[in-house]
């Protein structure tokens, strides 16, 4: 029996058969092999390209915000300087207030003083004396 027989015609078309199909096993496991690695890749990179895109719209997020906090801080500096503008005003209008308060107590002070007098002439006899001659006269 040998082993011219296992490679006769027919033996080597068996042999080179097995060969053709462990070799295209071989090359079909290579492809499998190359395309579930191709995959891994795709899905990867797809991962990365959203993660990516997650931290581009955080960072969009933040520089936002952060524009935000600087424009809320300028406003806030801004009613701050206004609100010791007012308070400035505030204190000058109670100094005035107490001013007039002031000239309004003299003022009623000098307007009693002068009504007691008018109250003094109305009551003295030159007053009832002058009313009595012009009554004499026609003038009232």
Do not use: C, P
């Amino acid at each position: 029996m040998g082993v011219s027989r296992v490679f006769s015609y027919g033996g080597k078309t068996v042999w080179m058969l097995i060969l053709g199909f462990v070799g295209a096993a071989i090359v079909s496991v290579m492809l499998l092999t190359r395309t579930a690695e191709l995959r891994y890749q795709r899905e990867s990179h797809l991962r990365l390209v959203a993660q990516v895109r997650l931290a581009e719209e955080a960072q969009n997020a933040l520089s936002e915000r952060r524009r935000r906090v600087a424009e809320l801080e300028t406003e806030r500096a801004r009613l701050l300087a206004e609100n010791e503008l007012a308070h400035g005003r505030i204190a000058d209008l109670y100094a005035a207030n107490e001013r007039y308060d002031r000239d309004v107590s003299k003022a009623r002070a000098e307007l009693d003083r002068l009504v007691g007098i008018l109250r003094q002439i109305y009551a003295s006899r030159t007053w009832k004396l002058h009313l009595l001659l012009d009554r004499l006269r026609g003038r009232s």
